[in-house]
């Protein structure tokens, strides 16, 4: 299977990945979530090169997670902006660097912790059911998938296992 | 600067991308999850081609993440099985799956619903303050980087701008 194709099967992490499975992609929505919206700071602050900045922001725009802005006329400069969609990603942002707050730290303290302004503590955010309010893991959590994503995964495992013969 | 060194930026979002960027890593880590534990299944449910399934699964191995078991003698073959740090990254491959349920979706359900055997419900799960038990999000998280995760981003804007003239 070629990668443009991955961004065409049915499950949702498949679909996700597709975008956001690039190396410099989630740097650039981390800056996008601190505040950075112009091209040569989310090029210095990332470290990617210009090329790289420019069509992966572009692929971001074309994605629905930024929206580009006009901040100057003559000539006209954008910036770029999270939308609805893009800080919809804040969760799984937020999951992803509390993992590595955990397991890939260095030892010298978490370099970026997360204050919850409602009750003023330093947060670990957790997940929790949206129904019973309860915590969630991998312990509590069934896959019920649905019919067409099982006949895809039988689907590729037979055509694998046709591949081999 | 070269992808090899973003793994070592003190952001916990940048050191975890530098292991889950890649762009077949996520989906070896879905199937992790949902059971496959067999060279061949990953190979065939994630659609990669047999080397790149080999080089990403003894990364994740190297990562940490998966362990290598045997399961067959003569000659040894061995299963990968998530350790603790690879389950404990449920709570971000979840977040990542609800956002590509919503946004992502082609109208024709969500592909892998969760049932939380807890409450019997399914569920759409979502993160709260570990302290108060209240929903976080953008709008009440306030980053506190460290003075050291400053002290790298000034010079990253520094070294950038210094470029530039």
Known sequence: MRWDDVGRQICSVARTTAILGDRWTMLLIREAFLGTRRFDEFRALTGASPQITATRL???VK???LRKAPYQERPTRYEYRLTPMGRDLH???ISLM???DKW???GR???NPLRHSTCGEITRPKLVC???DEAVGVENLISE???RMQRQRHKMLAESAATEI
Chains 1, 2 share one sequence.
């Open 58 to 60: 572009e692929r971001l």
């Open 63 to 65: 994605a629905g997670i």
């Open 91 to 93: 969760s799984a942002l």
């Open 98 to 100: 509390t993992w590595g």
């Open 104 to 106: 890939l730290n260095d």
């Open 109 to 111: 303290g978490v370099p």
């Open 130 to 132: 949206d129904c019973c």
């Open 145 to 147: 998938p649905s019919a």
